[in-house]
């Protein structure tokens, strides 16, 4: 069987524009990711799941599989993934649809969609994630920019605050996690 890491590269080469990555996320970022998502109520979405750097790192903390959803657009990602976390619910579908799933209070999403580029993707996404998010739930998103891959301008149109969780050096680029949530009256 293929490895994760040859999966990744094969797929990076066919779909550049959407994976946008040479190598699937290391272990330690997996981590910074996933902290605290044990102590959320509720499914957990996970979007942008790739090979399943994050969802192995989600399920280790002990979430059971049956509460976590991935959406992936990528077939061939699709298939491993159903392969390799039996029990995930795995969706061969775009982030933007995450509304028409019906799912209410949502835990937390946990993102690996490269959002950075696309205002609109931004809004598509972020925006429809907060639609199914509980009041307190979280939006954890990975990016390659040392700043927020959302600006202060559109957080503030969309009622929302942010937080850096911290910058990790050991992977392949550099990546820094991003926390969203509502900012509540
Ligand atoms: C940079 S890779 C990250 C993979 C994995 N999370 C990791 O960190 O190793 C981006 C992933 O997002 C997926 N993707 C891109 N746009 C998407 C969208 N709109 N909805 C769902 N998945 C998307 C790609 O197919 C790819 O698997």
């Known amino acids: 069987?293929?490895?994760?890491?040859?999966?990744?590269?094969?797929?990076?080469?066919?779909?550049?524009?959407?994976?946008?990555?040479?190598?699937?996320?290391?272990?330690?970022?997996?981590?910074?990711?996933?902290a605290g998502?044990?102590?959320?109520?509720?499914?957990?979405?996970?979007?942008?799941?790739?090979?399943?750097?994050?969802?192995k790192a989600i399920l280790d903390r002990?979430?059971?599989?049956?509460?976590?959803?991935?959406?992936?657009?990528?077939?061939r990602f699709c298939d491993a993934l159903s392969r390799r976390f039996p029990g995930v619910t795995v969706l061969n579908k775009p982030a933007?649809?995450?509304?028409a799933l019906g799912l209410q209070n949502v835990g937390s999403v946990i993102s690996g969609v490269p959002i950075l580029a696309q205002a609109d993707l931004q809004r598509a996404v972020v925006g429809s994630a907060f639609k199914v998010l509980a009041?307190?739930?979280?939006?954890?998103?990975?990016?390659?920019?040392?700043?927020?891959?959302?600006?202060?301008?559109?957080?503030?149109?969309?009622?929302?605050?942010?937080?850096k969780r911290g910058t990790v050096w050991a992977n392949?680029?550099?990546?820094r996690v991003f926390e969203y949530r509502r900012k509540l009256q």
């Open 62 to 75: 002990g979430i059971a599989p049956e509460r976590l959803i991935l959406m992936e657009l990528n077939p």
């Open 135 to 163: 009041d307190r739930g979280s939006f954890v998103q990975i990016t390659y920019s040392p700043n927020s891959p959302i600006s202060a301008e559109r957080l503030a149109e969309m009622g929302l605050s942010v937080r």
């Open 1 to 34: 069987m293929a490895s994760e890491f040859t999966v990744f590269l094969g797929e990076m080469i066919r779909h550049p524009g959407e994976v946008r990555a040479i190598a699937p996320s290391s272990a330690r970022v997996a981590r910074m990711m996933t």
């Open 172 to 175: 392949l680029p550099p990546a």
């Open 96 to 99: 933007q649809e995450i509304e």
């Open 37 to 55: 998502v044990e102590r959320v109520t509720g499914p957990i979405v996970e979007i942008g799941p790739g090979t399943g750097s994050f969802t």
